[in-house]
């Protein structure tokens, strides 16, 4: 049994203490300072509060699940707590970031192993894995077995799992961003009909594609705004151009009144775009 800690079990991070709680092992969380609905959250992990950040010291590892824009700041605020376990970071990072925030706990006495989630928050087997790379990787793939989270190593290179993340994710949410852009685009124009027309003769079901695209990611859009920007790095960072998931971002960004919604319609949706624009 392992005793580690899930710093913030947001939607997604309180499924992976309780995937770690399914696998047998004392799971904490950081409580100083947190909100009610991540003290609910938590409750339903099954994760133990953890009121004292300096308790962190005894602990056999710790699991970063946040903004990927915050990566780095929560790994330098583990470090200053003076923890020296194994530092999982599952966020949605580019490779570099991952790297970088390797070389900073390393360099406090650290390991550290390289996450990236794909899939819904894990809650139901067989929909999440969470790819690991560095060179502990399968211990801690280990530490989820049995659980709802298939976690899988891929390596001992440090970045591999970021990098697989990226991949995926400038497909899926990469399109997705396509997706609405170009409907809105259409409505601006006044073509929006023809174009759903259009789409029902030569692209069928695109247009039933695009109405629940925006419905699914209105609430959470704000959340893919750093995403986005990571993965533009790494485009960037082979050579290719990263400003298609630039633009994502903004487009993204213009979703964050919709912020944790769960009824926005398309004609909401595609308002909020094209008014961000003028």
Known sequence: MTRLCVLHPGAMGSSIAAALGEAGHQVYWLAA????????????????????????????AVVSVCPPDAALAVADAVIAMG?????????????????????????????????GIIGPPAWQPGTTRLYLSGPDADIVAGWFAGSALQARAIGAEVGAASALKMCYAAFTKGSSALLLGV???AEAE???????????????????????????????GWRFVGEMREIAA?????????????????????????????????????????????
């Open 234 to 278: 790494t485009f960037e960072s082979r050579g290719l151009p990263g400003g298609f998931h630039r633009a994502a971002a903004d487009l993204y960004q213009r979703l964050e009144e919709f912020k944790d919604e769960s009824d926005a319609d398309v004609a909401a949706v595609l308002r909020a775009l094209i008014r961000a624009s003028d």
């Open 83 to 115: 923890f020296t376990g194994i530092f999982v970071d599952a966020n949605a990072v580019a490779p570099a970031t991952a790297r970088a925030i390797g070389d900073a706990v390393a360099s406090a006495g650290c390991a550290f192993i390289d996450g």
């Open 190 to 220: 006044g073509v929006q009909q023809e174009l759903l027309a259009e789409w029902d003769l030569s692209q069928p079901g695109l247009a039933a594609r695009s109405a629940s695209t925006a419905s699914a990611v209105a609430a959470k």
């Open 33 to 60: 300072g947190r909100s009610d609905a991540t003290r609910r959250r938590a409750a339903r992990s099954g994760a133990l509060p953890l009121a004292n950040e300096t308790d962190l010291v005894g602990f056999d």
């Open 183 to 185: 409907r809105a685009l």
